[in-house]
T-cell receptor, first 113, second 109 residues
Framework: NAGVTQTPKFQVLKTGQSMTLQCAQDMNHNSMYWYRQDPGMGLRLIYYSASEGTTDKGEVPNGYNVSRLNKREFSLRLESAAPSQTSVYFC????????????FGSGTRLTVV | QQPVQSPQAVILREGEDAVINCSSSKALYSVHWYRQKHGEAPIFLMILLKGGEQKGHDKISASFNEKKQQSSLYLTASQLSYSGTYFCGTDNFGNQFYFGTGTSLTVIP
């Protein structure tokens, strides 16, 4: 049982480049989330998908787009990377809503130069 | 809306106890607690729901004071494996869920 799988684990981008972070869960969870974690700021929600076919903005959505491809997969796209997007990105899932604990992926460490 | 955690950091000797507090400015429906070790993903410890009881997990337990909009995490007889950063997360009745900025806990021999 893999849980939540994120790829890639590390990435270096040049300013202006684009990339997609992939996330897949095998727990049949309905809700999926993308967070970024920066030193001293905790985890901040970028986008979430309460269920297949829906996506909503979180606290810091600017510069990002998401796709809920199916129930298992939720991707995060950076269209034109900026140094301010240097961060660690975590994907997470719950059976549904926040009445259940989050299961996090292992994270993607992204550096934009 | 981000909950405030205190203390920001604490250093303990093995066997000592610690309390980490999480406070919100808004009414709380639920509080989550997570532990994150350096370079790893946060791991879910427990959730406390409005009207629920104090929860426990081995020597780690938590309480939820709805009236004060606070939760506390209790670590008793700390072990080296308890080291890490502890985050609370708060759900303000269906509004967005927010994580606190974390409490760094270091247990030394």
């Amino acid at each position: 049982n893999a849980g939540v799988t994120q790829t890639p684990k590390f990435q270096v981008l040049k300013t202006g480049q684009s990339m997609t972070l992939q996330c897949a869960q095998d727990m049949n969870h309905n809700s999926m989330y993308w967070y970024r974690q920066d030193p001293g700021m905790g985890l901040r929600l970028i986008y979430y998908s309460a269920s297949e076919g829906t996506t909503d903005k979180g606290e810091v959505p600017n510069g990002y787009n998401v796709s809920r491809l199916n129930k298992r997969e939720f991707s995060l796209r950076l269209e034109s990377a900026a140094p301010s997007q240097t961060s660690v990105y975590f994907c997470a899932s719950t059976p549904q809503s926040q009445n259940y604990g989050y299961t996090f992926g292992s994270g993607t460490r992204l550096t934009v130069v | 809306q981000q909950p405030v955690q205190s203390p920001q950091a604490v250093i303990l000797r093995e066997g000592e106890d610690a309390v980490i507090n999480c406070s919100s400015s808004k009414a709380l429906y639920s509080v989550h607690w997570y532990r994150q070790k350096h370079g790893e993903a946060p791991i879910f410890l427990m959730i406390l729901l409005k009207g629920g009881e104090q929860k426990g997990h081995d020597k780690i337990s938590a309480s939820f004071n709805e009236k004060k909009q606070q939760s506390s995490l209790y670590l008793t007889a700390s072990q080296l494996s308890y080291s890490g950063t502890y985050f609370c997360g708060t759900d303000n009745f269906g509004n967005q869920f927010y994580f606190g900025t974390g409490t760094s806990l270091t247990v030394i021999p």
